[in-house]
């Protein structure tokens, strides 16, 4: 029963996440297409949706695809969260709020996809596949 709570948390933080993508805060507009998606939000909704196939398997106690693929899947995406400072798309949001503000929004985003992580580990490392 927890784990379908956190896969419908998950699917709620995804949804957020693309629709956030797609609108322009900054002048409150649809962004359309204007400047193109870069190929980091691309990837993020990617892994984000590759992730909730997982979720939903060990919500609904249900295996997808193999174990090694998940805990490469697991290995990646927390590999992936200190790298994401690092990327381009992150350097004009570094130039605009500075560093430490860059790292708190990161932060918060890994707090709020905590039970996720938890959630993708015990799918990709359960004994009992």
């Known amino acids: 029963m927890s784990w379908t709570i956190v896969f419908w948390y998950t699917s709620l933080l995804v949804v957020v996440s693309i629709?956030?993508?797609?609108?322009?805060v900054s002048n409150a507009t649809w962004q359309q297409h204007k400047t193109g998606y870069k190929i980091q939000d691309v990837f993020d909704v990617?892994?984000?949706l590759f992730g909730l196939i997982?979720?939903?398997?060990?919500?609904f106690d249900e295996r997808y695809f193999s174990q090694a693929l998940w805990q490469g899947y697991f290995v990646l995406t927390i590999a992936?969260?200190?790298?994401?400072?690092?990327?381009p798309k992150y350097a004009?949001?570094?130039q605009m709020y500075g560093n430490a503000?860059?790292?708190?929004a990161i932060t918060s985003?890994?707090?709020?996809m905590a039970?996720?992580?938890v959630a993708q580990y015990v799918y990709a490392f359960n004994l009992n596949w």
Not at 19 to 24: A, E, Y
Not at 80 to 87: A, D, M, N, Q
Not at 109 to 112: F, K, R, V, Y
Request: glycine content about 8%; proline content about 5%.
């Open 115 to 117: 039970p996720s992580h």
């Open 80 to 87: 992936y969260i200190p790298l994401s400072f690092l990327l």
């Open 46 to 48: 990617l892994l984000a």
């Open 109 to 112: 985003n890994t707090l709020l």
């Open 19 to 24: 629709i956030g993508r797609l609108f322009d």
């Open 101 to 104: 503000n860059v790292v708190k």
């Open 92 to 94: 004009d949001m570094r």
């Open 54 to 59: 997982g979720l939903f398997g060990l919500a």
